[in-house]
Each structure stands twice: as C-alpha cells, then as structure tokens.
C-alpha cells in the first residue's frame, strides 16, 4: 500500500490559510480565479493552506459548511457574507488579518502573505 503522507526531514506547520469564497454565478468570484492560482503556485512549498469554499449550490454550500467547521474556521468565516474574497486567516489564532478582492493585484497580495510569513 502506498502511503500519502511520507515524513518530512522538517517538521510541517501551517501558519496562514487563504480562504477563497467562491461561487460560479458569481463575477466577483470567476474575477478571482487568476489571482488565486496564481498565488497557489507562487507559495507552492511553503506554509500556506490554499482552501476553497464553495457556495455555488446547496451540496457545496453544505460540504463547505462542513470543512470550515472541520478546521475551525467556521466563525470567523461566518463574518464575511459575500462570495468573491480571499480571506487572510492566522492557522493559529483563525483570524482574519486581510480580505482581498479582484480590485488588488497579485503583487499586492503576494507582498502581503510574504511579510505575513517571515
């Protein structure tokens, strides 16, 4: 049996989530898209979870629900209504340091979770 999860030579650990609202009716949303991928590939490889929650129908809506519930985001996500943000959360504390839209640019953003970082 293959095992996914292979011990590391350094131990992992999570210091921010950015946390994607996202819902395919929504402009907001798909203007988005680019930034976030961009982003994800940018911090491939360093301490950042990269995490979707989706409020496209009722099935996602739920299933969302329930992952944010899982990692313990879920009050603090709650805050914010509107699909179309990327939420700059602390792993540790679960608050949101920043909000973002498709109004920043991705230098904005990357400048930001980089210092959020060291």
Same mark, same amino acid.
């Given at each position: 049996m293959l095992s996914l999860f292979t011990p590391t030579?350094?131990? *992992?650990?999570?210091?921010?989530?950015?946390i994607r609202l996202h819902a /395919?009716?929504? /402009? /907001?949303?798909?203007?988005?898209?680019?930034?976030? @991928?961009?982003?994800? @590939?940018?911090f491939d490889g360093e301490?950042?979870?990269? *995490?979707?929650?989706?409020?496209t129908n009722n099935t996602t809506k739920h299933q969302s629900q329930l992952l944010a519930m899982a990692i313990g985001v &879920? /009050?603090?996500?709650?805050?914010?209504?509107e699909t179309g943000q990327l939420l700059l959360?602390?792993?540790r504390?679960? @608050?949101?340091?920043?909000?973002f839209t498709k109004e920043q640019? &991705?230098?904005?953003?990357?400048?930001?979770i980089s210092h959020r970082l060291k």
């Amino acid at each position: 049996m293959l095992s996914l999860f292979t011990p590391t030579k350094k131990q *992992i650990g999570t210091q921010l989530f950015v946390i994607r609202l996202h819902a /395919d009716w929504c /402009d /907001d949303s798909k203007g988005l898209n680019t930034l976030y @991928n961009n982003l994800k @590939n940018r911090f491939d490889g360093e301490e950042v979870l990269f *995490i979707t929650l989706d409020f496209t129908n009722n099935t996602t809506k739920h299933q969302s629900q329930l992952l944010a519930m899982a990692i313990g985001v &879920f /009050d603090s996500v709650a805050n914010y209504a509107e699909t179309g943000q990327l939420l700059l959360m602390t792993a540790r504390g679960k @608050n949101v340091v920043k909000t973002f839209t498709k109004e920043q640019n &991705f230098q904005e953003v990357e400048t930001f979770i980089s210092h959020r970082l060291k």
